[in-house]
């Protein structure tokens, strides 16, 4: 794909195509302009396909429900708009040359079924329409549909997608997989523009810092085009934000919830509001939409933990283990979340646009923990037996700190449409930051004791002395604060560039387009090592916080961190530590320059989408490469690395009738290395080295998509897609030893040869409408996911990481003129969460299934009242090694429940 051949004819091809276009000018240029709404005023209808059947000239309405159709021939037509669940629509209209026609369309219910405003059919029914009026493949999920879950943020709401699994932190979801892709190989934008991420290392994106509150929908796109960002393997999500035009007039909505989580015996509250509105200013043709939602949440909760790390010796048998960590965490988690939107039309031709949308996610986390390290006689680590007791040294530990994140995005645009051309264009401005101030990363005392053993292998238990629990056994160590400050920033321009034109009786379009984007990852940490209180016998009793609420076992008293906080000026010694604050600050620049051109052809029932995508990647490090023997880090580290990808694709969809619909698809994507596998930092420590590896290839992939989409009623489908991925140059991390005198050994990242992802989607929806009351408000919606991989290592060969095989989605739903009731479960299968040095020390996630449950009863027309169950069954979150009877990590959280009042105005 990188070859000048291609080049060449690339831009010949792409020439021929622009005159093409242009040449086209002279012809039919009437054109049919409208709106399509509903009987029952209040939802835009986004998604209607709008149809010249005689001219097999089709387009779909808009997120305010309106249409334009150009370069239509003069003559007389018979115009038809289709909506699933309301009646097929049709018209007579007369186009005449140099003439625009106005047409609108008011939609009426099927006689055998209902078209809602709200609900959980009407919310699933508009996901389905825009789903099958799309060129690609893709999966949507509304505003409305997300309101039927107990969903705190996106990251959750996109759980309940097809192909779509998450990650959680402490029990919320957080990053995002796609068909068993792990989230780095995945895009995030926000109304077009990339959303960075917090992280001070990664380009994940955490999306547990958007409220659910403040999204109108989510979009996953799992084939790209050749006019969107290239950077996805398993698919690209698009959060978009609310709109005055997604509704007609003035809108409504505020709640407010308490929550209790189990765990802690605490109760949190939570508010939210949303309103829009539509103002004409001086004739109808000039509307301004304004739009506006926030989102705040409190809450107080907590978790179990047990740990090993994988501290396991499987050269004995039964496996020993060298020592194990017991955790307890109690967080308060502020989310707060706003958007301003404003939307500018002039008729149907001209629209602008400002989109911002503001979240502040602040964690207060302590964690206390216990971590024991069994020795022998002569203080060596000791791999010993279950029920083994003998000599341990045990830490007592807290962390204690508040983390605060920040995603600010600001996306400013206009669509002009002038005769057959369309001109989108947009600049978008986002950053995210994570900062945590001077906090205690890690405090320590210390203590040594006989008669220390262990029990179970997947819950480690402590067999351990009275003394053990006697806080007044264990003497201050060492003090360790830390500070942190990482920012994303990206920033970007693009415009596009459309005509729609007849090539003979063939409706087709020309689009081509642009892209530059500028991005800047900085991160600086600062740590402070307070150590040599030893004679000065500081014991843990002066400084404890009271006895610890642990769970799975006894645990005994907590380090109050304020107290802790007046001895650091005590410390015999203080100093910087250079290896952490200097290793990991790093500054990268990546400039993407981007450029495509793609062609759609419509063909009695088929539609070709075809194009190519050009992106020119240029990245600079600059770091730090800190020697431990010399105790120094002055040597400054600068690396550079670029290259360019020629990315082809092409979409084929088939209409077999109104309803069924063939889809097919070879795409190629391309995804860059992380900031942590690029980051320029060193660690030289004798003859070992750690560090990141700037000159990595990204990731490239070839896919291939085949399916069948069915619309058999209103929120109702069947839905099946086979996928292939060929991966080139994977990441993974890597140990290797160097042929030098000193048998260097290198701790890094390295390109893989190659990788294979292979899968099957399957969707069943279904409103049983036809069926008799009470029976005729159920509502199934289920989805299942197969997936399989195989990475080569060179000496062995792995799943890829993050790839579950099985993940589904199971939601069972009733609804009538009162209530509504949701029951839904959640499963992925186990799957591989990093690779060891060798096949027993990989790290694995246990299956997990979650359940959940929603009740809302509507005590007036405007007012609800809903309850909800998160986690009900208390699914725990455990890691294993090698088999699932060894522990690298359980923590379990215990499930939440809701109590919350939503008034609701159209």
Do not use: C
Not at 96 to 107: A, G, H, M, P, R
Not at 381 to 410: C, N, P
Not at 837 to 866: C, H, K, N, P
Request: no cysteine.
């Amino acid at each position: 794909m990188n070859n000048k051949r291609v080049k060449t004819q690339f831009r010949k091809n792409l020439l021929a195509l622009a005159i093409a276009a242009a040449s086209t000018a002279a012809m039919a240029d009437g054109r049919l302009e409208g709106k399509v709404s509903l009987e029952q005023a209040g939802v835009s209808l986004e998604g209607a396909s709008v149809t010249i059947p005689s001219l097999n000239l089709k387009t779909n309405t808009r997120r305010d429900g309106s249409y334009t159709l150009s370069s239509v021939p003069a003559g007389e037509y018979e115009l038809v708009v289709d909506y699933l669940g309301a009646e097929l629509t049709k018209t007579t209209v007369v186009v005449q040359d140099d003439e625009t026609q106005s047409q609108n369309f008011v939609l009426s219910k099927r006689s055998d079924e209902e078209v809602l405003v709200i609900g959980q059919s009407a919310s699933a029914n508009k996901s389905l329409n825009k789903q099958r009026a799309a060129d690609n493949i893709k999966s949507i999920v509304s505003a409305d549909a997300i309101g039927n879950f107990p969903d705190a943020n996106a990251s959750e709401a996109l759980s309940r997608m097809p192909g779509i699994s998450i990650e959680r932190d402490q029990g919320e979801g957080r990053f995002v997989r796609v068909r068993g892709l792990a989230p780095k190989l995945n895009a995030v934008t926000i109304n077009g523009t990339k959303m960075p991420a917090p992280g001070g290392s990664q380009r994940s994106v955490g999306m547990d810092t958007i409220p659910s509150d403040l999204i109108e929908s989510l979009e996953v796109t799992k084939s790209l085009t050749p006019d969107m960002d290239a950077d996805a393997i398993g698919g690209s999500i698009e959060v978009k934000s609310l709109s005055a035009f997604d509704r007609e007039g003035f809108y409504y909505s505020a709640s407010a919830e308490a929550s209790y989580d189990d765990h802690t015996g605490d109760t949190s509250p939570k508010l939210s509001a949303v309103a829009s509105n539509v103002f004409e200013l001086g004739d109808a043709d000039r509307k301004l939409g304004v739009a506006a939602a926030i989102s705040w949440y409190d809450r107080d909760f907590g978790s179990n933990n047990v740990e090993t790390g994988g501290a396991w010796d499987f050269e004995q048998s039964p496996a020993g283990l060298e020592g194990f960590e017991q955790r307890h965490y109690t967080i308060n988690r502020q989310r707060t979340g706003l958007g301003v939107n404003f939307d500018y039309q002039h008729g149907v031709d001209h629209e602008y646009y400002l989109r911002t949308l503001m979240s502040e996610f602040q964690d207060t986390e302590t964690r206390q923990a216990s971590v024991i390290e069994f020795i022998d006689g002569e203080g060596d680590g000791e791999a010993r037996a279950a029920g083994v007791r003998g000599q341990a040294e045990v830490a007592r530990e807290l962390k204690d700190r508040i983390e605060q994140q920040t995603v600010r995005s600001v996306v400013i645009g206009g669509i002009n449409r002038v005769d057959s051309w369309t001109y989108d264009y947009a600049a978008g401005f986002s950053v995210a930051t994570e900062k945590k101030d001077q906090h205690i990363a890690g405090a320590a005392f210390e203590a040594e004791f006989d008669d220390m053993g262990w029990m179970d292998s997947e819950k480690p238990y402590l067999l351990a002395p009275a003394g053990y629990y006697d806080a007044a056994s264990y003497a201050l160590d060492d003090v360790e604060t830390e500070s942190v400050d990482a920012q994303d920033r990206e920033h970007n321009i693009r415009l596009d560039i459309s005509r729609d034109f007849f090539i003979g009786d063939l409706a087709s379009q020309f689009k081509f387009g642009g892209k530059l984007s500028r991005r800047e990852k900085v991160s600086d940490d600062e740590v402070i090592d307070y150590g040599d209180f030893s004679d000065q016998l500081l014991p843990m009793s002066s400084y404890v916080s009271g006895e610890v609420d642990y769970r799975l076992a006894s645990y005994g008293p907590g380090i109050d961190g304020g107290k802790l906080s007046s001895v650091l000026a005590q410390a015999g010694e203080v100093e910087r530590n250079l290896e952490d604050s200097q290793v990991n600050d790093y500054t990268i620049h990546e400039d993407i320059n981007a450029a495509y051109a793609m062609m759609t052809v419509d063909i009695d029932r088929w539609r070709i989408l075809g194009g190519m995508r050009y992106e020119a990647t240029d990245i600079t490090a600059d770091g730090l490469s800190f020697n431990e023997e010399a105790d120094e880090a002055t040597t400054a580290t600068q690396f550079s690395n670029d290259y360019d990808h020629w990315l082809p694709a092409l979409h084929v969809r088939y209409s077999l009738s109104e309803q069924s619909i063939l889809r097919a698809a070879w795409t190629n994507s391309v995804v860059r290395p992380t900031f942590e596998e690029m980051s320029p930092g060193e660690y030289i420590d004798g003859n070992e080295v750690e560090r990141g590896n700037p000159n990595l290839d990204p990731w490239e992939s070839s896919n291939i998509d085949v399916g069948i989409e069915h619309y058999f009623a209103t929120a109702s489908t069947l839905q099946a897609f086979l996928f292939y991925k060929d991966i080139s140059h994977f990441i993974y991390e890597s140990e290797h030893t160097l042929s030098d005198a000193n048998e260097t050994e290198i701790h890094s990242f390295s390109n893989g040869d190659s990788a294979e992802v292979y899968g099957l989607e399957l969707v069943y929806q279904q409103q049983f409408s036809q069926l008799p009351a009470p029976w005729d408000g159920l509502l199934v919606e289920a989805n299942a996911t197969f997936t399989d991989s195989e990475a080569d290592l060179g000496d062995r060969k792995v799943t890829l990481p993050s790839q579950s095989d099985v993940i589904g989605n199971l939601s069972i739903g009733y609804e009538n003129d009162w209530m509504s009731l949701r029951l839904s479960a959640n499963y992925k299968s186990e799957y591989l969460l990093e690779t060891g040095s060798s096949q027993q020390e990989d790290a694995y996630v246990d299956e997990q299934m979650q359940v959940d449950a929603t009740a809302r009863f509507w005590i007036t027309e405007g007012i609800q009242l809903y309850l909800q169950g998160i986690n009900l069954t208390n699914q725990p979150y455990y890691v294993y090694n090698n088999h699932a009877n060894y522990n690298n990590q359980y923590e379990e959280y215990g499930p939440t429940f809701k109590l919350g009042v939503q008034l609701t105005d159209f």
